[in-house]
């Protein structure tokens, strides 16, 4: 049996004298798509950071393919970091680059590419995010907002990852350019058999793409399940989070998509 993709292992974060988390345990495995979700304050974005090495917890263990994070050599840590990329929640691309450039970085950091091959693999990735070859000359400022979710997409599977983490996905965008961008991730989830770790607060999004939703409440994991289990679960957070009349609407509107 592989090991899990992410295994986080009595993850403490402080703050000076905040504590964030207080012993979180979570695995997850292959293909998975797992929604993380919490209140305002609870350490969502954090704990991804914390994934990434990004951030380094206070105490606890963050496992990637059965590895610690932090392990080996500078080289083996290289290694590790090209099978996950992240799409950040403004999209974090480089005012300065164009969409080529900015799709590019990661190739180029490699160091390994010719041009010719960076080129044939960036407009592969603009494809496969459904931009076309016009816009690879088109700067940040002149991207819509759904627009510069889709480079940002690109640039995180330019070195063609194994894991997919995202950061409020559809923030930001209209109901018409969230469900498409949600269609996109759902469609390259597929095809590329990718794991997917997202941090929303949009139950359509949730509803539509999860396989289990992680809970993060009261500094841990509270749970993590499928939705239907979840709405079993009695917690206040889990009673205002998903069984508001608003939240059924939005929830049953997701599922229409699956």
Not at 140 to 147: D, K, Q, V, Y
Request: hydrophobic share 45%; aromatic share 4%.
């Amino acid at each position: 049996m592989s090991a899990p993709v992410i295994e986080l292992v009595g993850i403490v974060t402080r703050f000076g004298r905040t504590v964030v988390h207080d012993g979180i345990e979570l695995a997850i495995e292959p293909g998975e798509v797992i929604s993380l979700v919490g209140g305002s304050g609870s350490g969502k974005t954090t704990l991804l950071r914390e994934i990434v090495g990004l951030l380094t917890p206070t105490a606890g263990q963050v496992r990637l393919f059965g590895e610690d994070l932090h392990a080996g050599s500078r080289a083996e840590q290289a290694r590790r970091r090209r099978r996950y990329g992240m799409l950040f929640q403004q999209g974090a691309l480089f005012s300065a680059f164009n969409v080529f450039d900015n799709v590019a970085f990661p190739l180029r950091e490699l160091g390994c590419l010719s041009a010719r091959e960076v080129h044939d693999a960036v407009m592969l990735k603009l494809a496969m995010v459904e931009l076309q070859p016009e816009h690879a000359l088109l700067m940040p400022a002149e991207l819509s907002g759904g627009m510069i979710k889709r480079v940002a997409l690109a640039r995180a599977l330019a070195l063609e990852p194994e894991l997919l983490l995202l950061d409020e996905p559809t923030a930001g965008l209209d109901p018409d350019r969230s469900a498409a961008f949600v269609r996109l991730i759902q469609d390259l989830q597929q095809q590329l058999g990718l794991t997917v770790v997202l941090v929303t607060h949009d139950l359509d999004t949730l509803a539509a793409l999860s396989s289990r939703v992680a809970v993060l409440a009261e500094r841990r994991i509270l749970v993590c399940d499928t939705l239907d289990r979840i709405m079993t679960v009695e917690h206040p957070f889990i009673d205002r989070f998903f069984r508001s009349e608003r939240s059924q609407r939005a929830l049953a509107r997701g599922l229409e998509t699956l």
